[in-house]
């Protein structure tokens, strides 16, 4: 299994675009999370998915933050628009059964607003 | 909310050496989560345990469900094994609590 496959691995924008952070879970996994990390403030948890279905979106910072899970094979992170305060490294990772059980993480994107 | 504190922040040691690294959180949990992050680098699950003890090579974790205590341990420590050591806490299904890491230099 090629594991957790994000996408792209860096991204640099300017302030105002539009970023989208893709995912692939592992398949067979049925809950996905979305987490950002900073220096500042470590892990935290943005929004997580059970069955393609948006079970707690309560650590999504603002209303600029959206995310989707059309499939079971793919999740989307959008910001828009996007701001300096947004960059850092932005993680997926995906479970089978949740969260008392063994996670796999991607290998994140860096994100850079300038 | 489940607190979650690890201890140290930072450790230095030299290569070789046994090191611990200590994780306590205040709320009953249905498991404990070691990862581990080495620098510019994704995140690695080490462990997930609910009692008792695992094994891996070099590392052993521990976990205490009366003292809400776990601790990563490192025998024969080597320069490869520098990188942030982050303990997290499962509470059913409520979301993982991290805790801030411990970021781990050994020095040849």
């Known amino acids: 299994d090629a594991g957790v496959i994000q996408s792209p691995r860096h991204e640099v924008t300017e302030m105002g675009q539009e970023v989208t952070l893709r995912c692939k879970p592992i398949?067979?996994?049925?809950?996905l999370f979305w987490y950002r990390q900073t220096m500042m403030r470590g892990l935290e948890l943005l929004i997580y998915?059970?069955?393609?279905?948006?079970?707690?979106d309560s650590g999504m910072p603002e209303d600029r933050f959206s995310a989707k899970m059309p499939n079971a094979s793919f999740s989307t992170l959008k910001i828009q628009p996007s701001e300096p305060r947004d960059s850092a490294v932005y993680f997926c990772?995906?479970?089978?059964?949740?969260?008392?059980?063994?996670?796999?993480f991607g290998s994140g994107t860096r994100l850079t607003v300038v | 909310k489940n607190e979650v504190e690890q201890s140290p922040q930072n450790l230095t040691a030299q290569e070789g050496e046994f090191i611990t690294i200590n994780c306590s959180y205040s709320?009953?949990?249905?498991?404990l989560h070691w990862l581990q992050q080495h620098p510019g680098g994704g995140i690695v699950s080490l462990f997930m345990?609910?009692?008792g003890k695992k094994k891996h090579g070099r590392l052993i974790a521990t976990i205490n469900i009366q003292e809400k205590h776990s601790s990563l341990h490192i025998t024969a420590s080597h320069p490869r094994d520098s990188a942030v050591y982050i303990c997290?806490?499962?509470?059913?299904?409520?979301?993982?609590?991290f805790g801030k890491g411990t970021r781990l230099s050994v020095i040849a």
């Open positions: 990772a995906s479970s089978l059964l949740g969260q008392g059980y063994g996670y796999t």
């Open positions: 398949s067979g996994h049925d809950y």
């Open positions: 998915f059970n069955n393609n279905v948006p079970i707690d």
């Open positions: 709320v009953g949990i249905s498991a």
């Open positions: 345990l609910s009692s």
């Open positions: 997290a806490a499962a509470s059913g299904n409520t979301p993982l609590v």
